[in-house]
């Protein structure tokens, strides 16, 4: 598996929070994926490639996020993301969202991946893409 932990920085902004101007629950599932879309370009591929030429989807089976403290609006946000577990069609991604002036953790995550192709039926990572995952 690999250990390899991506930091993406994002600043919120004012169409996700709310009259209070703070950061909406639900905006945190949308940071994760942004985590895990620049985890996979710094790990070495893009997950659209992954879509387009081998036909591959990593469709989401469970996500979980535990708040810990407010994000608001125009904080510049570290969402750290590695990979919690791996298997040929199975992979658990880990989050840590973190306010970069204060280093504040503010959530941390979980998103189970199942591997399937367009019709969404179980497929295993190619090796081509596994080799990324395993470390």
């Known amino acids: ?5 991506v930091e993406t920085s994002l600043r919120v902004r004012y169409a996700e929070t709310d009259q ?9 599932l949308a940071w994760f ?10 790990t070495g591929f893009t997950y659209r490639d992954m879509e387009q030429h081998e036909g591959i989807y990593l469709m989401v089976a469970d996500a979980q996020c ?23 069609r199975l992979i658990v991604f ?3 969202v973190l306010n970069r002036a204060s280093g504040q953790l503010l959530a941390t995550g979980e998103t189970t991946h199942t591997v399937t ?14 080799k990324f995952f395993e470390g």
Not at 35 to 41: A, H, K, N, P, S
Request: glycine share 6%; proline share 3%.
């Open 66 to 88: 535990r708040y810990k403290a407010p994000a608001r609006y125009d904080d510049v946000l570290i969402i750290k993301t590695k990979v919690n577990s791996f298997k040929k």
């Open 1 to 5: 598996m690999s250990n390899q932990t």
């Open 20 to 28: 209070m101007g703070i950061a909406y629950h639900a905006n945190y």
């Open 94 to 96: 880990g989050y840590e």
């Open 117 to 130: 192709d367009a019709e969404g039926h179980l497929r295993s990572l190619p090796e081509k893409y596994s």
């Open 33 to 42: 994926e942004v985590g895990r879309t620049e985890w996979c370009r710094a």
